[in-house]
């Protein structure tokens, strides 16, 4: 019975940091966050300068790729283990990397930009500087029973995480 229990200690001791941890997606240490999770902003921006490095902020397989007229200019889907998202958006261009494609945290996945179009018939801006806009999604995002959590949460590591965040 003992050594189930110490069996079953490290499988979590090894798996739980794949499933709880993320790298910072920037790579810029003068990055930072300009705006929080909240009501009304279900995301965290991270400003940046332009054309700095996305990365993955874990592991996972990329869903979407490419520009939609939500916003959010050119994005990125990332689906993760467990029914978790990850979607990134405003890029500078189009994402280097392709749906089916599996990606981490060394993944290049984009460039910080500030792109975007809103909806046919709103009429608002989508991004005023650079940035990357990044939801963390549970459940498929924008279905039935799914929902965002704060990026926040997920992000605790990594070379790029500025100091002011450590």
């Not at 110490?6 to 240490?29: E, G, K, Q, T």
């Amino acid at each position: 019975m003992r050594r189930i229990g110490i069996i079953l200690a490290l499988v979590v001791a090894l798996a739980a940091p794949s499933v709880v941890s993320a790298h910072w997606p920037v790579h810029s240490r003068s990055s930072y966050i300009s705006q929080w999770f909240r009501r009304g902003h279900r995301a965290i921006d991270i400003v940046a300068p332009r054309d700095a490095n996305i990365y993955a902020i874990r592991f996972g397989r990329v869903i979407f790729s490419g520009w939609r007229r939500n916003c959010g200019g050119w994005q990125v889907l990332i689906k993760h283990r467990s029914g978790k998202y990850s979607l990134y958006a405003h890029m500078l261009r189009r994402p280097p990397v392709a749906a089916g494609q599996y990606v981490d945290s060394s993944t290049k996945i984009g460039d910080v930009g500030m792109s975007g179009v809103p909806p046919k018939g709103v009429s608002m801006v989508c991004a005023s500087g650079y940035h990357v806009h990044i939801e963390f999604w549970v459940g498929y995002p924008w279905r039935s029973g799914s929902y965002r959590k704060s990026a926040w949460q997920a992000i605790d590591h990594g070379p790029w995480l500025p100091d002011r965040y450590r």
